[in-house]
């Protein structure tokens, strides 16, 4: 598998933002695995935190043109940096009585919390780095998983770096 | 209009429709002065000669849906070649965005990936500053083309402008000098070079650093070639110039690149027309690059140093802290290279392209600026019509667009006026664009369209001659019109050549004749080749200066 990379941009909060910075990977091939937009400190600037994996060169390139786009104030390649990064899943799991204990035991070592609970179903919610999404819903395949929706990963520098 | 005066805009090549009425009726009152075109490509290749000679963005003005779309091939050619160009569209009434509005399209969309930038305007007020915003991007940095979709209300709204207001461009900066640290290390290598070459691009002539590379070429005794677009950084006619490398270029260029130990590119991009196999380009020399654009380092080729900067400043910063270099030794070799293998062609046979083209040189002296098509009689002109100036060089290079070289001609004429302006085309190409006879002959514009004329598309057939065992499919050009009669039908003027006796005298004549437009018709030998050629994906031990008596293998590279 191709490593993944975690790109943070700093972005005018402007229509037609998001194509301009989508085109950059499609034209090459490259997919986007998760991609979250929010407004930024300043509210004329958004931050986009995208996930891709494939070729390194490739992405070298990607960086540099995601950093020619006039709406873009920086892009940069955080994979290799001291960051902190979050995810958060929701995940609704069908939960008839004989398993209900189990999966809240479950949820409990992960610090998921049960947001939403009715007789056939338990909907979970879990956040942390995206080692311990991919553990939590890999665990949860034991049991009859229906539904998962995941925000994609968001990440900050840590200390006094910039994101 | 006004915010367009304000830019020192002079001409704006365009052509009305519904959605840009309104700016049409403001040039009733402006001093700006519409060129009237027949097709919207033909006024985007317009604007783009105007700014290739001016360095000024050119100004295009459409109408919306396929008035816009029309511009396409233009805006693109724009792209791939660094032209800094402002390109206005009419578009439907805000209200109306998305609704499939009678001439609608979303022109920001379809354009997003062949613009440098592009704006909606939603709101009049915004207009100054976007004009102002537009025609900076455009010229500043990297060149390239700016779109402005305006839509009809937002046109027709009056408002007060603020011709003060300040730009809003956070995630934009220009790059100046380059860096001391990398600006050192690439004189020291250049000092210690003892076969150094200079390639030479088209930043060269954007940057106008061609005063500040000649000095580098006079002071370090370095031999120069140019990329096609870079024709002209210094005059051809300079005893260090070994023309055009690459594909077809002069086979002593690619002898000294092939056989050099430093290569230095100044505003080229290593184009696959240069490099052919990127993991065997200039293997064992030392490789510089200067460019102004950071996402050219590394692309194909990866550098010992790369220097991001202005090309002129980071010549002249070098040019500071070089000495004459030890390069007679090299400068003898590339001399008998010149020798050895010149550019040549067979005399006999028929009338030639590369004759044609050769005399015409001769009566030019690099004097003249030449605007092309895309094939072969680019590539014959490229090698054959020496450049002496700054910009008298006008080639669709990345794009390859046929049909481009007629109305830039146009476009250069009204830049330069009182030049002579010859725009080799093809009998192919010509046709793509031939409605702009009539632009050129209602304003007087004295070009010579010079058709090489073999009714083929010649480049496509030498391909399936040399790697597809001569199977011609679909190159023939059955049914071309009697050019000189068109050219009479427009009220120009028509010449034609069909024999070698006839080529100075028409040529001459064409020259002479500038109460408008002319076409000149040679009717050269149909089945002819250009070379040197390196196929495509290969490298510059595999250049052939004939053609082989066995069957080629099709090349690894693309076209």
Known sequence: MTPQHTISLLVNNKPGVLIRIALVFSRRGYNVDSLVVSPAKEERFSRMTITASGDEQILEQIIKQLNKVVDVLHATDHTTHSVVERELALVKVSCPISTRTELLQLAEHFKAESVDLCEETITLQCTGDAGKMDAFITLLQRYDVLETVRTGKILMARGTAET | ????????????????????????????????????????????????????????????????????????????????????????????????????????????????????????????????????????????????PVLIDVPKDVSTAEIVPNFDVELDLPGYSVPTDGPAIDIAEAAEALQNARRPVL????????????????????????????????????????PLSLGMLGMHGTAYANYAVRDCDLIMSIGSRWDDRIIGDPAKFCKHATKIHVDIDRAEFNKLIVPDICIHGDARRVVEHLNALVQPGDTKEWVEQVHKWRKQVPLTYKKQGGLKSEYVLDRLNALMQGEGIVTTDVGQHQMWAAQYCLTKHRNYWLSSGGAGTMGYGMPAAIGAQLAAPGVPVWAVVGDGGVQMTMPEMTTAVINKLPIKILIINNSFLGMVRQWQDLFFDNRLSGVAMVGNPDFVKLAEAYGGKGFRIKRNADVD???????????????????????????????????????ILERPKHKMDKPPGST
């Open chain 2, 505 to 543: 005298r028409v040529l001459q004549a064409a020259a002479d004749y500038n109460d408008g437009p002319c076409i000149i018709d040679a009717e050269v030998v149909k089945a002819d080749n250009v070379f040197p050629m390196i196929p495509s994906g290969l490298t510059y031990a595999d250049m």
């Open chain 2, 1 to 144: 209009m006004d915010c367009l005066q304000q830019q020192e805009v002079e001409h704006i090549f365009g052509y009305p429709g519904g959605a840009n009425m309104p700016i049409f009726d403001a040039l009733l009152d402006s001093p700006v002065n519409l060129v009237l075109v027949r097709h919207e490509q033909g006024a985007s290749h317009m604007a783009d000669d105007f700014a290739r000679i001016t360095g000024k963005a050119g100004v295009v003005l459409v109408t919306s849906g396929p008035g816009a779309t029309n511009t396409i091939t233009g805006i693109l050619t724009a792209m791939m070649d660094s032209i800094p160009m402002v390109i206005i569209c009419g578009q439907t009434i805000t209200p109306n965005l998305g609704l499939d509005a009678f001439q609608e399209a979303d022109v920001s969309g379809i354009t997003y990936p062949i613009v440098k930038h592009s704006y909606l305007v939603k709101d009049p007020n915004d207009i100054p500053r976007v004009i102002k915003e537009a025609f900076y991007i455009a010229e500043s940095g990297r060149p390239g």
């Open chain 2, 199 to 238: 390639l030479l691009g088209h930043g060269v002539l954007i940057s106008d650093a061609s005063n500040a590379v000649k000095q580098l070429v006079e002071k370090m005794q370095i031999p120069f070639t140019m990329t096609l677009l870079g024709k002209g950084a210094i005059s051809e006619f300079h």
